[in-house]
């Protein structure tokens, strides 16, 4: 009897035995565990950074763009691309922005932009002409037929009839020019000046701002209808200096800009850029090449 107990005591251990040997591997987890689990090791929605398929797939990052870059115009060619007419008065030895510097772009027709920039850098076809242009009245005017751009013409009346309420009797001596008439005006001035003096006075025939039809040459009655520096001691060209840019203009040659406009000071001449951005020059007190960024 004692030996059939042996025997069944040691079968009975060898079986506990063995059922530990399947235990050795960890028991898996629970379904629902497992869920919890990846769950849990998820992340909340905004916690990681998003990135649009597109810009996945273009390569973008938050990384700044590269600016664009500025288009050309249709309208501006080389200057090379020009062929001179053969009558074009001596241009002198001086290239600085005082004297006659070489252009960087010609401009072949109006395209209607208001800030468009005609200087020492940048001229016009020799048959360039603005659009929409009004005749002014003589009456308004010191010469016959002044033609200006609709627009500007506009605001100089507005301009004109709020100085005439205030006591200024204004008049136009000077709106749009032709190149052939430019021409002859600079001619006049090389033969009468020095080159020096008349390259600060009077425009290149083709590079004069005169050609946009946006700019004005005003005069008054207190100055004998004539052109002098010491307008802008008398009311009426204070006045004007004051409010022009209520109208959309800017005095255009000013006193500390000769060295970038070319031009020496003139007190005169106005420049029709529209309200806003007329505004911010004339506060800042900067010339239309520094609001552009251009020569």
Do not use: C
């Given at each position: 009897?004692?030996?059939?107990l042996a025997l069944v005591l040691a079968l009975t251990l060898a079986l506990a035995f063995a059922a530990c040997g399947?235990?050795?591997?960890?028991?898996?987890?629970?379904?629902?565990n497992q869920e919890a689990t990846v769950e849990e090791q998820s992340e909340e929605p905004g916690d990681e950074e998003v990135i649009d398929s597109e810009d996945e797939a273009e390569g973008n990052t938050d990384e700044e763009e590269p600016a664009e870059e500025e288009?050309?115009?249709?309208?501006?060619?080389?200057?090379?691309?020009?062929?001179?007419?053969?009558?074009?008065?001596?241009a002198g030895d001086d290239k600085s922005i005082k004297g006659i510097p070489d252009l960087i772009d010609v401009l072949t027709y109006d395209d209607g932009d208001?800030?468009?920039?005609?200087?020492?850098?940048?001229?016009?076809?020799?048959?360039?002409?603005p659009e929409d242009m009004i005749t002014m009245d003589n009456s308004l005017t010191t010469w016959e037929n002044i033609k200006l751009k609709k627009e500007a013409y506009d605001a100089y009346m507005e301009m004109y009839e709020d100085a005439k309420k205030e006591g200024y009797d204004l008049k136009v001596c000077s709106g749009y020019r032709s190149y052939d008439g430019q021409q002859q005006l600079f001619t006049n001035a090389i033969n009468s000046y020095s080159p020096e003096f008349a390259h600060m006075y009077?425009?290149?025939?083709?590079?004069?701002?005169?050609?946009?039809?946006?700019?004005?040459?005003?005069?008054?009655?207190?100055?004998?209808?004539?052109?002098?520096?010491?307008?802008?001691?008398?009311?009426?060209?204070?006045?004007?200096d004051e409010h022009c840019q209520d109208y959309g203009f800017i005095l255009r040659y000013t006193k500390d800009g000769e060295e970038i406009t070319g031009y020496?000071?003139?007190?005169?001449?106005f420049r029709y850029v529209g309200k806003e951005v007329a505004e911010e020059i004339m506060e800042k007190g900067i010339t239309l090449e520094e609001y552009l960024g251009k020569e």
């Open positions: 009897m004692k030996k059939i399947v235990m050795d591997e960890p028991a898996p987890e629970p379904e629902e288009q050309v115009k249709e309208n501006l060619v080389d200057p090379s691309e020009i062929t001179p007419r053969g009558d074009e008065p001596p208001l800030l468009v920039l005609v200087n020492k850098y940048h001229g016009v076809v020799s048959d360039y002409e009077s425009a290149y025939p083709g590079r004069s701002e005169h050609h946009t039809g946006l700019a004005i040459d005003i005069t008054s009655a207190s100055m004998g209808w004539g052109l002098r520096q010491d307008f802008a001691d008398y009311p009426d060209g204070q006045w004007l020496m000071y003139e007190p005169w001449h």
